[in-house]
């Protein structure tokens, strides 16, 4: 696989050897709660007819309902209307030219979902993907940006994930150049509807050059290992609201502020059409599993929750090789 072949290549520069096993030292494959929940393995649309679309109209057409289907997507799309996907359906763009631009990707009221390999960019106005009351969704090996200096209004988030959706995993994307990436929960209002879902696993993505949300979440459970952080300008990990989150095996590099804060202020910069001082809201909850790699970036855990160890299995990649790893894996072009 590729990821084996890549993985060797780090090994070919590493001055420390390791044992042979160690060449398998991440999963490729779902991961987390995506695969380990109660309803079952996200499979898609395995099973199911496999269609190849080229055209808005297409795509649209491809993705509707809930029989299993593959839809394949080659070339680029400009989308002019949000997408609506259905359930039981995999979504995985051909080569490296896959890419959906205009209008980004509702995953509604819906489950057994999976996005994959993916460019997705200057979503105007609403979320690159929207996943709300949704369950059992993958989203894997996909390219979000826009531009950061457009200023922390113009877009919104990257992958937000709201209302009671459950049994998510976000792995090995590749997040940049963008201003808020990854919401979990609403506000306040829907805190009752939140309150028990919302468990969501990040592993092994690479975010680079960003302002907020790396993710930040409120009233639920998030796993996050890992992941690649460089120059993160503002809070990357934030948990807030009696949200929880065991962060492990994470680096953090370059100009990042804040690798990790459970202060329920939110930042102007996070939130920009509050006041000045930012929002107020409770403080959240985070657990530390495997070392961290914080480089020179604050943390600021206000309190401790009691989510100690995730309750699935996974691979962790040694702390020293994920940089390598991360950048050689994360984005589109690696699984086909």
């Not at 976000?170 to 009752?192: E, M, P």
């Not at 401790?304 to 160890?309: E, Q």
């Amino acid at each position: 696989m590729k990821l084996l072949s890549a993985i060797c290549c780090v090994f070919a520069t590493l001055t420390v050897a390791f044992p042979s096993d160690y060449l398998k030292i991440a999963t490729w494959g779902v991961e987390g709660y995506a695969k380990d929940n109660p309803i079952g393995v996200t499979t898609g649309g395995k099973g199911g007819k496999t269609v190849t679309v080229t055209t808005a109209e297409q795509l649209v057409e491809a993705v509707k309902g809930n029989a299993p289907k593959i839809v394949k997507l080659k070339g680029k799309i400009v989308l002019p209307a949000r997408l609506a996907v259905g359930s039981n359906t995999s979504l995985i763009g051909v080569g490296l030219s896959a890419h959906i631009t205009g209008k980004g990707l509702n995953i509604y009221n819906g489950d057994n979902v999976i996005v994959q390999n993916l460019k997705i960019t200057e979503i105007l106005d609403n979320d690159c993907i929207t996943i709300r009351n949704s369950t059992r969704v993958w989203i894997d090996h996909n390219e979000f940006s826009s531009d950061i200096n457009d200023g922390p209004d113009k877009y919104d988030g990257q992958v937000d994930i709201i209302r009671a959706s459950d049994f998510i995993t976000v792995s090995w994307n590749y997040f940049h150049d963008h201003w808020k990436s990854s919401l979990i929960g609403n506000d306040a209002t829907f805190r009752d509807l939140d309150l028990g879902h919302l468990h969501v696993t990040y592993h092994h993505n690479y975010w680079r050059h960003m302002g907020t949300r790396g993710p930040a979440g409120r009233f639920g459970h998030q796993h996050i290992y890992n992941n690649l952080y460089e120059d993160f300008l503002y809070q990357a990990i934030h948990s807030r609201s009696d949200n929880q989150v065991l962060v492990e095996g994470n680096v953090f590099r370059g100009n990042t502020s804040e690798a990790l804060s459970t202060y329920g202020l939110v930042i102007p910069m996070d939130s920009p059409n509050t006041c000045v001082c930012g929002d107020e809201e409770l403080d959240g909850y985070a657990n530390l599993g495997a070392k961290n790699d914080w480089g020179h970036a604050g943390v600021n855990i206000t309190q401790k929750g009691n989510f100690y160890k995730a309750d699935y299995k996974f691979k962790l990649t040694p702390l020293p090789l994920v940089p390598a790893v991360v950048k050689l894996g994360a984005g589109i072009g690696r699984i086909w």
